[in-house]
């Protein structure tokens, strides 16, 4: 069993920063792939970006590569999202999610509640 807590969201302007932060319990969270995904009020959620379990290994979807950065420790059992250049279109209630299958857009065990993100423009 894994218990997901997002972190970190809040309000930006177009242009900025944020970091978001997914505290995992469970002595097994080194064992899964972990994920951020991302919805929109009236869109279905989107897969943002994933990592394998050592964190060698990352994916990110297409509108926000070059943007993003996955990242984790598993001393600490957290998973971070470091958002730049953030645009209106990144706004959304952004999610950590944990499964088996690195780089996944689907099929996850584990859900957070969200963490929203606006940026106005």
């Known amino acids: 069993q894994v218990q997901l807590v997002e972190s970190g969201g809040g309000l930006v302007q177009a242009g900025g920063s944020l970091r978001l932060s997914c505290a995992a319990s469970g002595r097994t969270f080194s064992a899964y792939a972990m994920a951020w995904f991302r919805q929109a009020p009236g869109k279905e959620r989107e897969f943002v970006a994933g990592?394998?379990?050592?964190?060698?290994?990352?994916y990110y979807a297409d509108s926000v590569k070059g943007r993003f950065t996955i990242s984790r420790d598993n001393a600490k059992n957290m998973v971070y999202l470091q958002m730049n250049n953030l645009q209106p279109e990144d706004t959304a209630v952004y999610s950590c999610?944990?499964?088996?299958?690195?780089?996944?857009?689907?099929?996850?065990?584990?859900w957070g509640q969200g963490t929203q993100v606006s940026v106005s423009s």
């Open positions: 990592i394998n379990w050592s964190g060698v290994r990352t």
């Open positions: 999610a944990a499964g088996q299958v690195p780089g996944s857009k689907y099929s996850y065990d584990y």
